[in-house]
């Protein structure tokens, strides 16, 4: 996938301030502020540049406060780091494309991964696709 670069002025001008602060400076919405995104099928993509991230058939309510699913739509849509920011260590996920921060990977989800990844909603946008 081809990587998207901007400067932080031409990304401060295509993203809202809700959006620019969680992609760009990994902000974190509060929990139970997400958009609320509909019980649908289709498919999440990052708001900054488009690229496809998750599936509706992985997500699940994890009771967090935040869009949860047990993985992504591709095994490389989505990228770790290490977070060690307010004194934890965390698992940081990162939109592979634009290199935006999405949110945080647990060992706590669902089968058939464990994993729960903890995103801002703010980060994603929702397309229906219906169903045949």
């Known amino acids: 996938m081809k990587k998207i670069i ?3 002025q031409e990304w401060k001008t295509q993203l809202s ?3 620019y602060n969680i992609l760009r400076k990994n902000g ?3 929990a139970f502020t997400s958009d609320n995104f509909p019980k649908l099928s289709g498919v999440y993509s ?3 540049c488009g690229a496809e991230l998750f599936n509706s058939n992985a997500k699940f309510d994890s009771g967090s406060g935040w869009p949860s699913f047990f993985q992504p739509i591709e095994a490389n849509v989505v990228e770790e780091s290490i977070d060690k920011s307010l004194m934890m260590t965390r698992t940081e ?3 592979v ?4 921060h999405l949110g945080h990977i647990f060992p ?3 089968a058939p991964t464990g994993l729960r990844y903890c ?3 703010g980060a994603l946008s929702f397309k229906e696709v219906k169903e045949n």
């Open 97 to 100: 494309r634009c290199e935006g």
């Open 28 to 30: 974190t919405e509060r």
């Open 119 to 121: 995103i801002n909603g």
């Open 6 to 8: 901007k400067s932080d």
């Open 108 to 110: 706590d989800g669902p």
């Open 17 to 19: 301030e809700k959006a």
């Open 46 to 48: 990052c708001v900054g």
């Open 93 to 95: 996920a990162h939109c």
